[in-house]
């Protein structure tokens, strides 16, 4: 089994905290209705380490920005195990595709 970060289509935008890789973070989610996307902030500590990634599908979040202890020690990776998607869109988003977490010892993509 793995685990999954739910974003709730109906309060975006909106921020929550979230326990990743033994740490806590807090996640902001909006929505680009302009373009059709979803972005993603990551703050710790009260710092911002990332402003508004883009969600894309089969990416892992913060892949090209990574610092190590600024951001969780866990992959996310927007997919969709049932493979009826391959983009992330907001009907399908928490819908068919999830915000995985990949601890990189159950891999599940």
Same mark, same amino acid.
């Given at each position: 089994?793995?685990?999954?970060?739910?974003? =709730?289509?109906?309060?975006?935008?909106?921020?929550? =905290?979230?326990?990743? *890789? *033994?740490?806590?973070?807090?996640? *902001?989610?909006?929505? =680009?209705?302009?373009?059709?996307?979803?972005?993603?902030?990551?703050?710790?500590?009260?710092?911002? +380490?990332?402003?508004?990634?883009?969600? +894309?599908?089969?990416?892992?979040? #913060?892949?090209?920005?990574? +610092? /190590?202890?600024? #951001?969780?020690?866990?992959?996310?990776?927007?997919?969709?195990? /049932?493979?009826?998607?391959? /983009?992330?869109? #907001?009907?399908?988003?928490?819908?068919?595709? &999830?915000?995985?977490?990949?601890? &990189?010892?159950?891999?599940?993509?």
């Amino acid at each position: 089994m793995y685990d999954t970060i739910t974003i =709730n289509k109906e309060l975006v935008p909106y921020t929550f =905290n979230i326990l990743l *890789g *033994g740490e806590l973070f807090e996640i *902001g989610i909006d929505y =680009n209705e302009t373009y059709g996307f979803f972005t993603v902030t990551l703050s710790k500590d009260d710092e911002t +380490v990332c402003d508004g990634e883009k969600i +894309v599908y089969g990416k892992p979040l #913060f892949e090209e920005i990574f +610092v /190590s202890e600024k #951001f969780p020690a866990v992959d996310i990776i927007p997919y969709d195990i /049932s493979g009826k998607a391959d /983009s992330v869109t #907001f009907d399908n988003l928490s819908e068919t595709v &999830q915000l995985i977490i990949d601890d &990189q010892e159950t891999s599940v993509i």
